[in-house]
Nanobody
């Protein structure tokens, strides 16, 4: 079994910053691509950012230049630094990870439970 535990959400004023963390634990042989999605009330879950094991990143156009994704492979942890936050960034943020639990088995996708980010004055 693999668990993803997120932390770092909360309430912040427009223009402020937050840092989200997501730590994977359990039966992990190797962690592949990790990333973040977000879902606002009434909306679908949308990609925010992804990062490969080698550090290649991809961002949604709406967050480019404001958000930075990073990871610590030794800790199986992914981070999302969010700067210049806007009210439209308000959503539940979910991390995911592609995990290989045993050699020669396929990578499986796991999700965190979500952490709420509210940007409001």
């Amino acid at each position: 079994q693999v668990q993803l535990v997120e932390s770092g959400g909360g309430l912040v004023q427009p223009g402020g910053s937050l840092r989200l963390s997501c730590a994977a634990s359990g039966s992990i042989f190797s962690a592949g691509t990790m990333g973040w999605y977000r879902q606002a009330p009434g909306n679908r879950r949308d990609l925010v950012a992804t990062i490969t094991r080698d550090g290649n990143t991809n961002y949604a156009d709406s967050v480019k230049g404001r958000f930075t994704i990073a990871r610590d492979n030794a800790k199986n942890t992914v981070y999302l630094q969010m700067n210049s936050l806007k009210p439209e960034d308000t959503a539940d943020y979910y991390c995911y990870a592609r995990i290989l639990s045993r050699r020669f088995e396929p990578y499986l996708t796991y999700w965190g439970q979500g952490t709420q980010v509210t940007v409001s004055s």
